[in-house]
């Protein structure tokens, strides 16, 4: 059985709505193959806002951090993502790249 990587961004995931359309894209799925994968995006035009208000600080913000604040965005997508999958009663975990380090030690 082979791994299925789906790829959602940020339009598809702009509201709480389209996740739940999301949601139901991947049940669909997970009933023909266990073994999926499931990247997003922050939703709509949060990563625009981000920017904005790390620009508002400072004209020219440090990298990392500014990479960490832009992180924040896709990580709140996938926590409301696993929650919704888990409501749908399919077992979902978020993870980051560092958390997925981890666990897969």
């Known amino acids: 059985m ?7 961004g940020g339009s598809s995931v702009a509201d709480n ?3 739940n359309v999301v ?4 049940r669909e799925f997970y009933i023909d193959n266990k073994k ?3 990247v ?3 939703q709509g035009n949060t990563t625009d806002m981000l920017i904005k208000e790390a620009m508002s600080l400072s004209s020219v913000p440090n990298e990392r951090e500014l990479d960490v604040l ?3 965005g896709e990580q709140m997508s996938m926590a409301k ?4 999958l888990n409501r749908l009663d399919m077992k979902a975990i978020s993870l980051t790249r560092l958390a997925s380090r981890y666990l897969y030690k």
């Not at 082979?2 to 959602?8: A, Y």
């Not at 949601?23 to 991947?26: C, F």
Request: hydrophobic share 65%; charged share 20%; no cysteine.
């Open 2 to 8: 082979d791994t299925v990587v789906l790829k959602f």
């Open 17 to 19: 709505i389209k996740l």
């Open 23 to 26: 949601a139901e894209k991947i």
């Open 36 to 38: 999926i994968v499931v």
């Open 40 to 42: 997003v995006s922050a």
């Open 70 to 72: 832009l992180s924040s």
């Open 81 to 84: 993502l696993a929650i919704l």
